[in-house]
Each structure stands twice: as C-alpha cells, then as structure tokens.
C-alpha cells in the first residue's frame, strides 16, 4: 500500500490492506499514527508478520498489547485464529473495538481493557502521552517510567487493572493459547512471570516477545524461556534487532517449543536383514556412538559443531575400512545428478541406497545395510536433533505447523576424495538440518586434507543454502585434521561455511562417511 502521508488529510478516516484479493482488512485510520500503522503493517516487524502467517484456523492467539489491533485483526481475519487482546490504555482500546466490529470479527477477537502483568491488582496506567482518537504506545502499568524502565514523568495517569495469563486462563476468560505475543514496552518480563502455569502447557507452541538486550530483566527472560523448552533462531534475532536510534538492541524474538510428536523419519533404502552377529555388531557399535554423541560438548563459534574422536569402537572402525566399497562399485559425484555433470568429478561415492546396495558383494552388503539400519533410525536422528536443539526446533516447528508432522531422513555416501578435488565455502543445501563427517583414513598420511572452517569476509553475509563460494570472499579459522575414526558434525545455518583445500598431492586417497539429516518438505 502506497500512499504519500502528506495526502492523508485528504482521504477518509479508513484504509485498507489486500491480504488476498477476497479478503481485504479494513482500519479506522483517525489520526496519521493510526493510518502509519496500516500502512507499515507488513514492514514495521516483518518477523512479527511472518509468525503470525504460521496460524492456522482454529488455532489460539494471545495479544499482550494489541494497541488498536494491527496483529489481532491480521491473526483472526487472514488466518482465522481465535484471538484474545488485551490493551489498557484507553483511547487505544477504543480504536481496537472499532477495528474488530469494522472487519465482522466480534466471534473471533475477545478485547480486554486490562493490563496483564506479574500479578492482580489496581494502579496507574502512565502515559506517554495522550491521544484524543488512539494510537500512541509506551505507556507503563505501576510505575513512572519508559520502554528503558527509566524514569520518565508522565502528565496523564489513568486509573487500570491488571491481571495475569495464568488467572485468566484459569478462571476461563481466555482458553490456552498455542501462540502468544508480547508487546508492553519494557514490562514482557513480568507479563511473562504471570504465566509460569500456562507456560507449562505444552498446548503453548510459539511467542513473539519484544526484547530490549539492554535490560537485565530482559536478558533474564531469555535465558528463563530457554529454561522452559523454548529455542529462538539467533540469525532471526539478528536480522530485526534496531542498529541505532532510541531502540537500539530492541528486537521481537520468536520462541519455539517442538510438539511431543515425534519425528516422521523415513528409511531411504530397502533394509534387508543381515546375520544375527551382524545386527549385534552393529547395535553395540552404535550404542558407543550414540553414548559419544550424547557426552560431547558443542562449540558455537563460527556455527554450532562437534569434533569427536574415537567415535566408533577400534574393532568396529577396522571393519569399516575393510568393508570400504572397492572402487568398481564407486561412482563419480557428478554423474549421480546430486550436482552439476562438469563438477566434482574427483569425487567418488557410494549412495546409501538399493542401486548401489545391489553392485555389493554379499559380505560389504550386510555389513552397511545393518549400519544403515542405525545411521538412519528414529533413535539416531532424535539424538541428534535434540543434541542441536537450539538452532534446529525453530525449522522444526515451521515444519510441524506447515504439514502436521516433521518428516526427516538420513541421506549417506561413501567417499573417496582424490587429487585434485576441492570444494569452495559453502553452508550445505538448504533442506539439511544436520551434518555428519565420519573421517575414514587408516592413518595419519591425510591428517592435513580435513574439511576447513570460514568466516565470510562481509560479517553480514548469510547463506540461505546451496552455493559454493570462491575461497578469496573468505577468512581461514581452522581445520578439523582428517584423523582416523573422527566425526566432525555441526547443524547446517545460514553461516556453516566450511569447505576442503585443493588436494595437490599425487595418488590421493581421501575416504569418509558422509551423512546429512535432510528434510523431506520445501521449508524454508
């Protein structure tokens, strides 16, 4: 929507925003606040918009500080949520009313003129200022002060009660919400205290909170919401938080809890049974992994990984090597359709799938079937997931909210590097949630050649997921040495650049277990 601000006194009390072309949302617009509200209302908090997109209908929204209901109308009318919105300050309140009665949503928006806070009580509603037809923000409830919980003297105090979610919720004034939004300049903190209860209920999936990192109180929140299950997206952080000006650090935080649901995983292969001494083998290897996997401490800089040696049992891992497929039943990269024909013909791989289990002789058949059995377990990718938590459940419940499951699968390779190969900086493709590389030398010789970490040169440069970049964009931070029976793994993000020197050596060969937890939908 385009309209010059200077114009405004020329057009009616109203405007509109087209959210499909059967369902346009209507606004009293009485003052040019109001009718900057509609028009940003897709620019101002794009994250708070986005979230909001992920309601289905049905579902529940709680609207702390719905001011004249921007949010609230857009949940109920585009998405046909339930919504319950609460607004103290009284003009704001007015507008709010309006809105809802103006768009026919007076069975799906339920307004409240009530401040919610850490507990029930009566006491001043201050005042940033008082606008005759609504609009204005940064009030605060209980004590004279501004968005920065500083002192701020306020010329109009109105008289307000506050409640909490957890007393509303219980005395069924509001149901259980699945999402809730805050938005109360300063006091989240304590609207969020109020709700320790209904936090609890799993039914509480998703918040959009307002934080200030200036704040103690507010970094605390953080840290407190974590505590109960819910994960934010730190590049999500990163993209709104305000660079300068009054709201510096102020940024709207989507916390995500997963569903009890458990993952949709998926095989990728036909299993066939090997001998029962394989499948033992197997088992009590992986029951050495998974207890590696669990007791190892993740490094978050430059993006969230883990470096474990000795990952597989000694014996088991001697196994691995002589089951190596022999190079007959390789194929080159790029003549699987993985990647471009010309590219990455130096190296060789073995796909975990039917095919290629086919060309097998018996023996190497069994032996990587049975670990296949296990890389792509439930069991497996849960601990995985859960290891990697925090910078995967926000992805995980878009997934959950898009299609009513999560559904997830192993995708592994044998490989053989040889001279000449390289790969560029690059994040991995998008649909990967996780990566494993399970170094596979029988000695030292290679220790050298092991996949590198970067830092892109342009510390604003995010990677959605694909591209391989030139070198020269790029900082060298380390490289993880290819050792024997070592697992370099780390959660694919918009900055998990790494990637593998040229090899220049002659007669190289480099061999690991490449495997990817991939999703199995186009979410972003």
């Known amino acids: 929507m385009k ?79 339930t919504v319950y919105a609460f607004e103290p300050e009284s003009q704001n309140f007015s507008l709010l009313a309006k809105n809802i009665v103006l768009n026919q949503l007076e069975k799906l928006v339920t307004p409240y003129c009530v401040a919610l806070s850490d507990t029930i009580k009566l006491d001043r509603l201050y005042l940033s200022e008082f606008k005759w037809d609504g609009g204005s923000s940064c009030h605060s409830f209980g004590a004279e002060v501004g968005f920065d919980l500083n002192h701020r003297s306020s010329a109009v105090t109105q008289g307000c009660a506050a409640w909490t979610i957890d007393e509303a919720v219980r ?11 805050i938005d109360v300049d300063g006091f989240e903190h304590k609207v969020v205290q109020g709700a320790l209860q209904t936090l609890q209920n799993k039914k509480v999936r998703s918040l959009c909170v307002e934080i200030n990192t200036n704040l103690k109180e507010h970094r605390g929140l953080v840290e407190f919401l974590q505590s109960m299950g819910f994960y934010f997206d730190n590049r999500q952080v990163e993209l709104v938080t305000r660079k300068k000006g009054a709201f510096k650090g102020c940024a709207e935080y989507i916390f995500d809890r997963l569903p009890d649901q458990q993952l949709d995983v998926q095989q990728g292969f036909t299993y066939q049974p090997g001998s029962s001494a394989s499948t033992g083998e197997a088992k009590a290897a992986f029951d050495h992994v998974y207890n590696k996997i669990a007791n190892s401490d993740i490094k978050t800089d430059p993006f969230p990984y883990m470096v474990i040696d000795e990952i597989f049992p000694k014996d088991y891992y001697r196994r691995m090597l002589d089951m190596f497929p022999p190079e007959a039943t390789l194929t080159p990269l790029s003549e699987t359709g993985r990647v471009t024909a010309d590219k990455y013909k130096e190296r060789l791989v ?3 799938t039917d095919d290629t289990f086919a060309r097998m002789d018996p023996e190497r058949k069994a032996f990587w079937m049975e670990f296949g059995k296990y890389m792509y377990s439930p069991e497996f990718i849960e601990l995985m ?108 993000t918009g900055r998990s650049f790494h990637g593998v020197e040229q090899i220049t050596r002659p007669n190289v060969d480099r061999r690991l277990l490449v495997n990817n937890i991939r999703i199995l939908e186009d979410v972003k």
């Open 385 to 492: 997931t859960r290891r990697f938590l925090p910078w995967c459940a926000n992805r995980l419940s878009a997934l959950y909210e898009r299609y009513g499951r999560m559904p997830l699968r192993s995708d592994a390779m044998l490989v053989s590097d040889r001279t000449d190969y390289a790969i560029g900086p690059h994040t991995d493709a998008k649909h990967r949630l996780i990566s494993f590389l399970f170094y596979m030398p029988k000695d030292l010789e290679y220790q050298d050649l092991g996949t590198s970490l970067y830092r892109h040169k342009d510390p604003d440069f995010f990677c959605k997921g694909g591209p391989h970049y030139k070198f020269k964009d790029f900082v060298y931070l380390s490289t993880v040495n290819f050792i024997p029976n070592r697992l370099l793994t780390f959660v694919r």
């Open 171 to 181: 005395g069924g004034a509001i149901e259980v919400p699945d999402f809730i939004k």
């Open 350 to 352: 073995a796909l975990f």
């Open 3 to 81: 309209i010059n601000l200077d114009q405004y006194e020329a057009l009616r009390p109203m405007a509109s925003v087209a959210v499909d072309d059967q369902n346009p949302i209507t606004f009293f617009t009485p003052n040019k606040v109001a009718f900057w509200r509609v028009e940003t209302l897709f620019t101002k908090e794009p994250a708070t918009t986005a979230w909001l997109d992920r309601l289905k209908p049905g579902m529940v929204l709680l609207d702390v500080g719905a001011n004249v209901g921007m949010y609230s109308i857009l949940g109920a009318k585009a998405k046909g949520a």
